[in-house]
């Protein structure tokens, strides 16, 4: 794999790469690879001559600083990783390389879109993740970009930035990836303890009890009550938010229509703030 750390090199190399006809797939991770990150390398290689992944811990997307402190780093198993999964080439910038000197005042609004759900908990954070995307689709120019699911509301945000401003790319959102348990991998569990990640199960079998419930007839309004109860009388979790909404606006709905919804969970565990997400 190769490895570049400033933006001409990387960017004389995949500008020959496209010169010799070869299509180039794109993930962008903050690290901290788990099995989730490595389903995206591998959607990526099967359509694209060659996959570039990133790992850039995006200051501008966390709203808090103990949270940014806390995001977990393993760049050695991280490159090991990609090493294995067969990525090509790995950019892994500096904040000085993506940021330089610039004040980080440049914001994105996205209407409603930015303002529901992670956007009202997390305040400037889907700015953030756009402008970084944005950097990162000029440096690497790929012909397609892969995410995952899991944060589905970013998916959203990005699909908006990619209309908006007209890169000439596709994005790809693949399914969530989930431990036999039903978690659903994420970085961040592994700032939880053998219990919390016990705890964390409540996430999942939240989603799956709202969906049966939604099915059944009923409205989200009753379903979270109880939710909300199963949170309450669990040590060290929080409900930040249970929510149905519409797939494509994120409009908050009251009843299920299938294929048409999404139900999406918000929590912290132990601290650790996690997200999950339900096709209904
Ligand atoms: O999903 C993530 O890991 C990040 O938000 C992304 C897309 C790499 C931007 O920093």
Redesign the pocket.
Known sequence: MQIFEEIEPIRAYLDDQRRKGKSIGLV???GALHQGHLSLIGASKGENDLTVGTI?V?PT?FNNSTDLAKYPRSLEADIAQLTQAGCEVLFKPSNEVMYGKTDNSLKFDFGQLDKVLEGKFRPGHFSG?AL??SKLFNIIQPHRAY??QK?YQ?FLVISRLVEELKFPLQLKSIPISRETSGLALSSRNQRLSEEGRAKALLLVKSLRFTRDELLNGQNINDVRKEIQARFDGTPGAKLEYLELADRNTLEALQHGEKESAVILIAGFVDDVRLIDNMLL
Do not use: L
């Open positions: 962008p991770t903050m850039y995006n997307q993740v970084v995307v995410f995952g944060d970013q």
